[in-house]
């Protein structure tokens, strides 16, 4: 089992590029995050999914797009980057129903100059 | 508007003493809370929970106190060890449709040999 894979692990980006992130989980869990960490902060929440084909907002999700067509992969796609989305970014997932706790993958580390 | 708030950006305890990290929150619909430890360059690992019809926890060295009346947690780690210096952030999450979590800030543990 490996868990949440999160890949790149680090990537520079100019203004005004595009990126997608890539998000895969091997325990069949039905409901997949993507989290934004800045520096001295918690974890924010830019989108979820409950299951394929079914994404939603979180707090934070201006910038961003993702979509879901496997339970498997949870790809984050940044449009026309900004400084501000600098940060980590972390996705996560849970089994759907019980337990509350979510699995983390390693964070892609963003920067955007 | 911070629901979740860790007040002690940092805690320095030595080895073999109990370390006391601390967590509030504003809001009483949150039924379930979580802690995670992350260590850098890491993604968050889940520590231990509880629900908001309990008022303690316990998984080993580690105990999570809940107190409703004053919107309260508290992460107990006895005995304390070099290899628990870490970031610990608090979580809560409402309601189990969505399972979407809300962070505090986080607070950097340092054991001292």
């Known amino acids: 089992n490996a868990g949440v894979t999160q890949t790149p692990k680090f990537r520079i980006l100019k203004i005004g590029q595009s990126m997608t992130l890539q998000c895969a989980q091997d325990?069949?869990?039905?409901?997949m995050y993507w989290y934004r960490q800045d520096p001295g902060m918690g974890l924010k929440l830019i989108y979820y999914?409950?299951?394929?084909?079914?994404?939603d907002k979180g707090e934070v999700p201006n910038g961003y797009n993702v979509s879901r067509s496997t339970t498997e992969d949870f790809p984050l796609r940044l449009e026309l980057a900004a400084p501000s989305q600098t940060s980590v970014y972390f996705c996560?997932?849970?089994?759907?129903?019980?337990?509350?706790?979510?699995?983390f993958g390693p964070g892609t580390r963003l920067t955007v100059t | 508007d911070q629901q979740v708030k860790q007040n002690s950006p940092s805690l320095s305890v030595q080895e073999g003493r109990i370390s006391i990290l601390n967590c509030d929150y504003t809001?009483?619909?949150?039924?379930?809370f979580l802690w995670y430890k992350k260590y850098p360059a890491e993604g968050p690992t889940f520590l231990i929970s509880?629900?908001?019809?309990?008022d303690k926890n316990e998984d080993g060295r580690f105990t999570v106190f809940l107190n409703k009346s004053a919107k309260h947690l508290s992460l107990h780690i006895v005995p304390s060890q070099p290899g628990d210096s870490a970031v610990y952030f608090c979580?809560?999450?409402?309601?189990?449709?969505?399972?979407?979590?809300?962070f505090g800030q986080g607070t950097t543990l340092q054991v001292k040999p």
């Open positions: 509880i629900s908001s019809i309990k």
């Open positions: 999914s409950v299951g394929a084909g079914i994404t």
């Open positions: 996560a997932s849970k089994t759907g129903t019980g337990a509350p706790e979510q699995y």
């Open positions: 979580a809560a999450s409402r309601g189990s449709n969505t399972g979407k979590l809300i």
């Open positions: 809001n009483s619909m949150f039924d379930y």
């Open positions: 325990m069949n869990h039905n409901y």
